[in-house]
């Protein structure tokens, strides 16, 4: 989808999710979503953010 929120990925892929609700934490033991969007983004536009790029936002 162009845009997907926590509970998308808790439903869809419950591995990933698990992985991200354990390994990405803030300091305030929150889940560290800008951690994740921001490695995805790499991952989606590898040319670094050229025009028609695919861009990631999280809605919790």
Do not use: C, Q
């Not at 889940?31 to 919790?60: C, E, H, Q, S």
Request: positive net charge; proline residues 7%; charged residues 20%.
């Amino acid at each position: 989808p162009k845009t997907f929120s926590s509970t998308w990925i808790h439903i869809h892929s419950p591995a990933v999710y698990t992985y991200i609700r354990i390994n990405l934490r803030t300091e305030n033991d929150h889940i560290d979503w800008d951690r994740f969007t921001y490695a995805l983004n790499k991952y989606l536009n590898p040319m670094g953010g050229r025009p028609g790029g695919m861009r990631v936002m999280i809605r919790n």
